[in-house]
């Protein structure tokens, strides 16, 4: 009887040092940044409008966030893309984002500007005049805008991007000046702040959906558009257009957005690990920028596109697109964000 209890006893500490120990094991590996649930992944699900093209500039930056996310994680996060818009429309992914039903989406600044209005600080016409100044201040703002988009979205930036200045392109004639501008129908993305700047240059844009716009130019429902040059190329717009003008009015402005709850939840080191991948990919961005866009406007030449560089009387275009800066001054939910990138800028914005 004495020798089954002291047997009883002997299992009894044996299971409770194995529980322990089991216990302590957990505790080591979750200090260690292992997501809930042991070896499970956490799964990035990764969205973006682009096709999954080797050159696009949004989908090269989603590739290079691929990879280094699951580096800089050592293996802990595992991303999915979603090119092509395979997971909806921008303004879809959004709201997705706030919910948690995918991870992570890359949206234009315009239709950002829908969720957080602090965002529409980069859709005022003519407030960068070069790609050096755009990164000044979207660096310089990178943490003050941040806050701002966690306020009022739930969503924070982890990388902007860039796809050059939008330019004008059509199929009757050369622009050269504002004057040649007039009496053209001009397709422009659906943006009041993009409207009142073709206004103020004398004509009624003609806003539509991207993918609607092609066949508009084809059928002569319109006789532009206006775009980076490698949405030009990308599109096939030199099938359908003859002229090119170079402005300086809008950068092609991208944000990789993610839920600021979800960020907050994940391990330290995984949140440092996107943290340091956007970081990097943007700067990828910028310099492939810089080559490519000579590429391209090379190779839209050989296919037929007449380019004109900036019109000699561009200071006309951006004295006429800044007197509608005004007008949206109430958009922006803390004004003192375009006090600063104006700041960075060095210039004085136009008094209502």
């Known amino acids: 009887m004495l020798k089954a209890k002291k047997l009883v006893l002997l299992m009894t500490f044996v299971l409770t040092s194995a529980i322990l ?4 094991g957990s505790s080591q590996e979750e200090k260690k940044g292992t997501p809930a649930g042991g070896d499970k992944k956490i799964v990035i699900k990764y969205s973006l409008p682009d096709a999954a093209i080797d050159g696009v500039p949004a989908y090269e930056a989603a590739k290079s966030m691929k990879e280094k996310i699951e580096k800089y994680s050592n293996g802990q996060a595992e991303v999915k893309l979603f090119p092509g818009g395979q997971l909806g429309s921008e303004q879809k992914n959004v709201p997705d984002v706030q919910k948690g039903v995918i991870e992570m989406a890359m949206i234009t600044a315009g239709n950002m500007t829908a969720f957080s209005p602090s965002i529409g600080v980069y859709d005022f016409p003519y407030l960068f005049k070069s790609r050096e100044e755009a990164y000044q201040v979207i660096d310089t703002l990178n ?13 924070r930036t ?17 622009i050269n000046s504002i004057e040649d501008l007039k009496g ?31 066949n508009a130019v ?5 006789d532009g558009q206006e775009n980076p040059y490698s949405s030009i190329y990308q599109s096939k717009m030199y099938e359908v257009q003859d002229y090119v003008t170079e402005l300086h ?7 990789i957005i993610v839920s600021d709850k ?5 391990p330290a080191d995984v949140q440092e690990a996107i943290v340091k991948a956007g970081q990097e990919v943007a700067q990828e961005n910028r310099q492939l920028m810089a ?22 009387d561009e200071d006309k275009w951006m004295t006429n697109a800044m007197s509608t800066w005004p007008k949206f001054y109430g958009e922006l939910p803390d004004p003192t964000i375009l006090d600063k990138a104006m700041k960075v800028l060095g210039r004085e914005k136009p008094q209502a």
């Open 184 to 214: 053209l129908k001009i397709r422009i993305p659906n943006n009041k702040y993009v409207v009142e700047a073709f206004r103020s240059w004398g004509v009624e844009p003609v806003p539509m959906a991207w993918d609607e716009t092609f």
């Open 249 to 255: 009015y809008k950068l092609w402005l991208g944000t």
């Open 158 to 174: 982890v990388a902007w991007l860039e796809q050059g200045f939008r330019h004008i392109t059509n199929s009757k004639r050369p």
């Open 143 to 155: 943490d003050d805008l941040n806050a701002l988009q966690i306020k009022e979205s739930g969503t």
């Open 218 to 222: 084809q059928q002569r429902v319109v």
């Open 262 to 266: 979800w960020f907050q939840g994940l």
């Open 21 to 24: 120990l089991a216990g302590c």
């Open 291 to 312: 080559k490519q866009e000579e590429d391209l406007k090379k190779q839209l030449t050989e296919k037929g596109l007449k380019i004109s560089p900036a019109p000699a």
